[in-house]
Nanobody
Framework: QVQLVESGGGAVQAGGSLRLSCAASGIIFSFNGISWYRQAPGKQRELVATITSSGSTNYADSVKGRFTLSRDNAKTTVYLQMNSLKPEDTAVYYC???????WGQGTQVTVSS
């Protein structure tokens, strides 16, 4: 079955960095785009960034220039490098096979001021 496992979350101070990973199994990874979403307490889940099967990337305006997506098809893993973190980046981060019903379980990111 399809499985997505996020890791790399944690607690950092504002201005710090984290790298999230999304390891996928059960899909032909190289054929699929992967999206990252986040959900802060009391807010709707929002799209953060997407990387297509060809490696093209798109970012929400709120993270553009600070977050970078990459993928390693050999490791069937997508990475979300998050720099210059702000308290408003605090949320649970989820990865998803693009345009599918397959989601990971989420990883918590907490940024303190």
């Amino acid at each position: 079955q399809v499985q997505l496992v996020e890791s790399g979350g944690g607690a950092v101070q504002a201005g710090g960095s984290l790298r999230l990973s999304c390891a996928a199994s059960g899909i032909i990874f190289s054929f699929n785009g992967i999206s990252w979403y986040r959900q802060a307490p009391g807010k709707q889940r929002e799209l953060v960034a997407t990387i297509t099967s060809s490696g093209s990337t798109n970012y929400a305006d709120s993270v553009k220039g600070r977050f970078t997506l990459s993928r390693d098809n050999a490791k069937t893993t997508v990475y979300l490098q998050m720099n210059s973190l702000k308290p408003e980046d605090t949320a649970v981060y989820y990865c998803r096979v693009r345009n599918s019903v397959y989601w990971g379980q989420g990883t918590q990111v907490t940024v303190s001021s």
